[in-house]
């Protein structure tokens, strides 16, 4: 059974993404598509922690898929059908999300409980032997103390689900942060993951243009059901350039040394724990921005409610967070130009509400703009700066 187990992990020469990650990321367009209608459909603050419960329970699902095909090679066929099975119990919780703490509660826990479970215990069972069970084993035992809050939220309503929900991603959460620690197994330990940095630097790149493709597809539907007017082709020329410098801003050099730097870390597999939730901070900016996008392309001028504002400015600024963080994953250290671009959106916000939206929007986008700059500003002339991961504590 070892020598059988031994086949279906992936090799080492093949650090490179494959067409079927690529083909499981696409569900996650309609996922964020999904996360961000919801939350337009009704823009407060418990429904902004509804949305953001459920994008940790759907990042969560990704990330462990990225985990299977990192250490599992996605070309045996049942691995393959694996990832696909995930992708299509996926496709179902992002269809039940805008419902999920309504009628369909018990839908989308049952999927996700169904999907993280099965995928792990499936994996377990082809490992069988083989040190590389460790990896899996820990994750299924957390998804299974997971699973008591999920269905237990499931049938409760209201307030009991959401704090039920949140505790469920926590304990997901925290046990990553803890290495998994998991009864007779212990922690986890590097050799059981073999973490292939540019294998997994690339998969947290694709995702990124993935919610970048959310952005670009809220734009487009959005703008195309009005008439083209003045106003609203300015509004959609602010969202389009927003989305470009929110490519420029990650990709900058910290996205394009990741792989360096989880090789050049101490323990590869504690320097992905920042990087994932780096993108995941990212990734919750942009399921706000595009919130902002639709409201302002559909009503640029006007009154801006205090919500909006949120959401506009809001969105930029998490994001702006996070690749403060993914840059002290990288390099050790944070540049100015990021917690200054956050300090200046949250000094501007209680002018907005004299401002009509599409006004609102065109600042995040300046203050995009100038970091842009500040970026290509500080890097020409100047050799390029190797990684420099934070050591351990």
Do not use: K
Request: with cysteine; proline share 8%; charged share 15%.
């Amino acid at each position: 059974m070892t020598s059988g187990a031994a086949g279906l992990l992936r090799r080492p020469e093949e650090p490179r993404a494959t067409y079927l990650e690529l083909f499981f990321d696409l569900v996650f367009v309609f996922a964020l598509a999904r996360l961000s209608q919801g939350l337009l459909d009704q823009l407060t603050w418990s429904d902004a922690f509804q949305t953001l419960v459920l994008l940790l329970a759907l990042w969560t699902v990704w990330t462990h898929t990225a985990g299977l095909t990192e250490r599992l090679n996605p070309h045996q066929p049942l691995i393959e059908l694996l990832v696909i099975a995930t992708m299509f119990g996926t496709l179902l919780m992002a269809a039940a999300a805008p419902e999920a703490f309504g009628e369909h509660g018990l839908v989308f826990a049952g999927l996700y409980v169904a999907t993280q479970i099965g995928r792990s215990a499936a994996a377990v069972l082809l490992l069988r032997g083989h040190e590389a069970r460790g990896a899996f084993a820990r994750p299924l035992f957390w998804n299974c103390v997971s699973a008591v809050p999920w269905i237990a939220g499931a049938v409760a309503h209201d307030t009991a689900r959401a704090v039920l929900w949140a505790l469920a991603v926590t304990v997901e959460y925290g046990a990553l942060i803890f290495g998994f620690p998991t009864p007779r197994l212990g922690r986890a330990r590097a050799a059981e993951f073999a973490i292939s940095a540019p294998h997994l630097a690339e998969r947290y790149r694709q995702l990124f243009i993935i919610a970048l493709g959310e952005l670009i597809l809220v734009t487009g539907f959005t703008f195309s059901r009005g008439r083209f007017e003045p106003d609203r082709i300015a509004a959609v020329v602010v969202a389009f350039t927003t989305t470009a410098l929110l490519w420029r801003i990650y990709i900058h050099r910290a996205g394009r040394l990741l792989a360096e730097a989880i090789a050049a870390a101490p323990d590869p597999f504690r320097a992905v724990i920042p990087a994932n939730y780096a993108n995941l901070l990212m990734v919750a900016g942009i399921v706000a921005i595009a919130v902002g996008d639709e409201l302002v392309i559909d009503h640029p001028l006007g009154h801006t409610p205090p919500a909006w504002i949120t959401v506009i400015l809001g969105g930029p600024a998490l994001f702006l967070a996070g690749r403060g963080m993914f840059e002290y994953t990288v390099f050790g250290r944070i540049s100015r130009s990021r917690p200054i671009g956050v300090l200046v959106l949250a000094a501007i916000s209680p002018a907005a509400f004299y401002l009509p939206p599409l006004l609102v929007a065109i600042a995040p986008a300046l203050v995009l703009a100038g970091i842009a700059i500040s970026d290509a500003a500080r890097a020409r002339g100047r050799p390029p700066e190797p990684p420099s991961p934070p050591g351990p504590n």
